[in-house]
């Protein structure tokens, strides 16, 4: 979507962008896209970014935020929230981003302003495949993310720390978790996102008080340890 500044012939793009984190049991991870090689394309110079397109004129933002999703990388059905705007006059005006823009872009000089949403997934119900002008679609650990195109670090660094202050006050750790998980996973989780370790007797002392953390009459099965007992999130009793 183009919009014209008033008493000005210039445009200005709108855009959304998604962050998905995904944890997998073990890592905190983030969805990233890669460009799809062309003629014009070097393929050293491929990069990866954060799903996003335009805002088509006739949609609104969470609609496009979910068809971009679903366009670029197959999710559909998530927990999706806006979290912030990035209006930067030069965050796609660089060397390295205009080749990719101009291979898919008539204006590819155009200013964008990106409205930026992060979604969670657990990476047991989820596999994501590539479509559009997506390369590939593929889970990243967040402490491997490597320079990004656009100014989409930026964008990654303000979604952790705004899925930092919401994981306890909103309870959406549990987004991230089976349907059915261990204390052990839920801990692991928070400290993951946390950046801290937990102390476990306390961690779970506080846990057992919540009631929508509902303990299950099941262990794990196929483990080579002791089963733990399995518990699930029940959404209709957080207070």
């Known amino acids: 979507m183009y919009i014209s500044l008033m008493n000005s012939n210039s445009k200005i793009g709108v855009s959304v962008d998604c962050v998905v984190f995904g944890y997998d049991g073990s890592a905190l991870k983030v969805l990233l896209i890669e460009q799809k090689e062309s003629s014009e394309l070097d393929r050293t110079k491929v990069q990866k970014a954060l799903p996003g397109d335009l805002v088509n004129t006739e949609e609104g933002l969470d609609f496009c935020a979910k068809r971009v999703l679903k366009e670029l990388t197959s999710l559909e059905d998530i927990f ?7 209006g930067d006059p030069n965050r796609v005006k660089g060397a390295k981003d205009q080749v990719w823009l101009n291979t898919y872009r008539e204006n590819p000089e155009t200013r964008v302003i990106t409205i930026a949403y992060y979604a969670l997934v657990s990476l047991h119900d989820y596999s994501p495949e590539p479509s559009s002008f997506a ?6 650990d967040l402490v ?3 320079n990004l195109a656009f100014d989409h670090n930026n964008i990654l660094s303000f979604a952790i720390s705004t899925l930092r202050e919401q994981l306890e006050p909103y309870h959406i750790g549990f987004e991230l978790l089976p349907k059915k998980f261990t204390l052990s996973q839920l801990q692991h989780l928070h400290e993951l996102v946390l950046d801290k370790k937990l102390d476990k007797r306390n961690f779970r002392k506080n846990v057992k008080k919540m009631e929508h953390v509902v303990p299950l ?7 080579l340890h002791k089963p ?4 699930t999130f029940n959404p209709e009793a957080v207070n």
């Open 217 to 223: 009459d099941e262990k794990q099965k196929g483990v």
């Open 228 to 231: 733990a007992q399995l518990f």
């Open 144 to 146: 491997s993310v490597p």
């Open 80 to 86: 999706l929230k806006q979290f912030h705007t990035f």
């Open 135 to 140: 390369g590939k679609a593929q889970w990243i």
